[in-house]
């Protein structure tokens, strides 16, 4: 995820306003007892990288195709050998293939195979996550987000023969070269494209049951590598873009990993980063950086990831019974419960328009989602979430306000959200139907089982009803489905969003997805979308928590 | 000097032809017993480069202007500090200069001036000697030559604060910095721009006469820049561009060095650089490499280059009475006396139509120059300098057939080159009158005085004389002047054409100049010139040696 045009001014008046809500609460930094060990504790769970060279499989081209993802497909190729045993000058545009989705450093040899070098060799390198970004030109740019992530650099050689590490690092499976300057007095070959791949992953999680569907495995797989492959010294986002540390993805990061890779502690390390990054008035930001040493994107103050900062921890420690670090997270915890508090109005409904006003408040990539329903009830489930926390711990003491304000705010949403008639929660002025509601109505326990499985059962019937916009929304609407009851449902929605992902190429599932719209990106260029993002891995999460669900 | 497309047929006939040559005259490496030592006299005489850190004095604004060098000049800006002190954002394309020609690294450092860096950023490096190289377009690139020799860098900066250095070496004077992709959520400004530059030179030469005027004073200092940019760790011919040891480079910057910095190590390594990679049949070959080893340019032979080796070997001995050095050298310079045994002619005449389709016969870069005049002359200079180096060394029994034959083309090439009732010497079969012939024949005495004068007096009078194309046959149409007594014309020729540059705004002299066409280009696109070069520099030779012509 990262910052879009559409949501900057809300975010600089996110800024503004936090800022005297900061002065309100509290003008010295709250943490300041902590915050130094919270950092350290950060820095030793830091794992180090796993190292693996890769070379590619083969050489592809990239064809224009109606039919595929995005209108390209890859289509196999000579051998790598053929790109290394001729003269390059021919190959201009060649595109060689890894074959799987790799994050680390490129290297390549260049050297002379008649004549002498008498001038430099100018070469652009293209590297691509999908087909497209191979395809179609960058320039002029239309995209919202710095056009510096997209992953093309320009190379000048000066003398061969040399093997050149291209200093960024980049996330591809396919990397594109062009000559764009070379002597015609003398020739030259590119050779050894090599690949080191880096990953914290260091376990192999067992296999789904035997008689799981291809598609499920397939599913699994993709979400597993997904996953691996944004487990670098944080849980990030996308090993293309952003690169770092958000809370949102965080959580569902952690969530897979609890049920594959268990390696708790890079979740231990995001926890204590982010916690010793956190804003002087204790509330939480909502992605962090870790070089050149650690620090937060100051100002971006995302509502609902400080809530889910909560849900996290309290996963975390229920799953490892590592109450250590619950205890030394609780004051973290314990403050983003004001958040709640501040909001929560007298009718027990959050006043979600103030809090709009005052935050990125964001659910989802979609416009037009209405985030009264959505709010609600995440603020019901992180305060209960949080009380479960409390008494894992035995703090319940201190936050001893909790249920009963979960109690108001949940029977003040049934009462005022739910559409009897229609058997459908609604959101806002305008009754708004959409997934995102219903879905967090459910896991929430505002509405019923019952009301729960009518709910989703009409939704597709709702001509209006406000769709995911992607992956990170369908989790919740994943986790509905499951918690509802409606195995079925979920292992068709399952299928069908993320097995579509599989069916059209993904070696890592995507940031960004909508059947009716591959282009769609909210950052105006779909080539600078992300397309191995860790908020679209949680199939591993499902496939493997549920198993009578989906391993059959 | 670079090969060009018109020469590259040739250039390749030649190699085929050498060949043969090679295999007729000796199947193994007749250096083999000394090829070793030369290398390591080479490598023991490599100077270590002194390194001086500059910073630009300030912004300047690149204005279109039709009375300017090639239509653009550079205008005076606001001071370094209103780039350092604001976001770079603003200010895309701005143009810093050092003030003067700087050959070496370009280092910056980049940070953020507001907000978090939540995005790489995408930034165009394009380094300039003269102000179109900043302004024009390089693609779509016509030129014959590598587009890579152009010095525009494309760098993605992944994170800040960040001090980079671009990897390639530089040669230029103003830097040219475009942002080509940033995020809208951070701002940052580029400080402390910097530029290691190196020399080997380490002398200062004394000041000339007082009352030499302004413009040769002038005319001077740009030539004493000219070398010692181009003295690295061999004489380059460029610093921009080839950036290697070329002969005839060497020739005139060592004629230069004699008379300013005085650095006869650089000049010593040279000699034995390019003897140490002549080729097998012992024919030296007319441009070598220092890394990463040092090598030649295989199958790159050039005739008149072999004969100025000599030249320049007898000038070095002459010089500096270094005998030894003379001595371990006199096989290379004996060897390439053959050339001028295979291509005379019983009549005396050099048989210019075989060697030209043997060798690149380069003499200058002027399209429909007659070599035959040149060729004779220069084959008779360089007979008569080899038996001086003979001599000096007390070698003449060696080359005992050398004055005999001298004279035979000496006396052939006035019998049938000299138009008495012209006063002109002409060449090849259209007879064709030109700078280059009338210069040839002056140097190598085959005029008398008389004849000379009359000649070089009556060049400007005939409308279609073949002028010199550059400044390198401009040195031996000088050098010709001096020769011949022709004082006041030497001075004036000086300062119209070597002064014009200056006028024009050179800091350091320029591979090509034609004051009737200032984008001349042997390589079809004049952003690809190099303006600072060796073969230019020889004014500070002609002011310095002959101090009664030029510093009164």
């Not at 007095?185 to 990953?199: G, P, S």
């Not at 105006?524 to 993002?533: A, D, L, R, T």
Request: charged letters at 20%; one cysteine or more.
């Amino acid at each position: 995820m990262a910052l879009n045009h559409n949501h900057s001014k809300i975010c600089f008046v996110a800024v503004t306003c936090m800022l005297l809500f900061t002065a309100s609460v509290k003008a010295q930094d709250i943490y300041a007892q902590y915050r130094q060990s919270w950092l350290k504790k950060a820095e030793d769970f830091k794992p180090k990288l796993t190292e693996t060279v890769k070379q590619p499989i083969g050489l592809v081209k990239m064809e224009k195709d109606a039919s595929a993802f995005q209108g390209w497909k890859a289509v196999k190729g000579n051998g790598i050998d053929s790109l290394y045993n001729q003269s390059f000058k021919k190959q201009s545009g060649v595109v060689a293939d890894f074959g799987e989705h790799l994050t680390g450093y490129c290297t390549f040899t260049i050297n002379t195979l008649r004549g002498t070098q008498d001038a430099p060799v100018r070469l652009k390198f293209t590297f691509g996550e999908v087909p497209a970004e191979l395809s179609v030109p960058f320039d002029p740019y239309p995209g919202g987000l710095s056009r510096a992530w997209l992953q093309d650099e320009i190379i000048t050689v000066t003398e061969m023969p040399a093997t050149i590490t291209i200093p960024r690092r980049l996330a591809c499976r396919y990397v594109k070269i062009e000559l764009l300057g070379a002597s015609s007095y003398f020739d030259f070959h590119i050779t050894k494209i090599q690949f080191k791949a880096t990953t914290s992953v260091t376990t192999t999680p067992a296999g789904l049951a035997a008689g799981t569907s291809p598609m499920i495995n397939d599913i699994d797989r993709v979400g597993l590598t997904t996953l691996k492959e944004c487990m670098q010294t944080v849980y990030e986002d996308g090993p293309k873009r952003d690169r770092r540390l958000w809370i949102g993805d965080l959580y569902l990061e952690s969530l897979a990993n609890m049920y594959s890779f268990k390696n708790y502690d890079l979740t231990r390390r995001c926890f204590y980063l982010l916690a010793g990054l956190s804003g002087d008035d204790g509330i939480l930001i909502s992605n962090v950086f870790e070089t050149p040493e650690p620090h937060a994107q100051v100002g971006n103050r995302l509502l609902d990831y400080c809530f889910l900062y909560n849900v996290a921890l309290k996963e975390y420690v229920a799953a490892t019974n590592d109450k250590q670090t619950g205890l030394e997270l609780w004051p973290v915890a314990k403050k983003q419960l004001d958040i709640a508090r501040k909001y929560a109005g007298a009718d027990g409904m959050m006043d979600y328009v103030k809090a709009g006003k005052e935050w990125w408040v964001f659910f989802d990539w979609k416009d037009g989602l209405d985030k009264q329903g959505p709010l609600q009830g995440l603020t019901v489930y992180a305060l209960n979430q949080t009380y479960q926390l409390a008494k894992l711990l035995g703090k319940e003491n201190e936050v001893a306000d909790i249920p009963a304000l979960a109690k108001k705010l949940k029977d003040a949403a049934h009462k005022n959200l739910y559409d009897k008639k229609q058997g459908l929660f609604v959101s806002g002025t305008d009754k708004q139907i959409s997934y995102g509601t219903q879905a967090w109505m459910i896991l929430s326990g505002v509405a019923s089982k019952a009301e729960a499985q009518k709910a989703l059962k009409a939704l597709p019937g709702v001509a209006n009803a406000v769709h995911p916009g992607g992956p990170y929304m369908y989790h919740y609407y994943m986790a509905a489905l499951i918690e509802s009851g409606l195995k079925t449902e979920a292992k068709e929605a399952l299928q069908n969003y993320w097995g579509d992902m599989v069916k059209k190429g993904a070696d890592t599932f995507w940031e960004v997805y909508d059947p009716n719209d591959e282009l769609k990106s909210p950052y105006n260029f779909y080539p600078v979308n992300s397309y191995c993002h860790a908020w679209s891995c949680t199939p591993v999460y499902f496939i493997r928590k549920y198993p009578d669900t989906f391993q059959n």
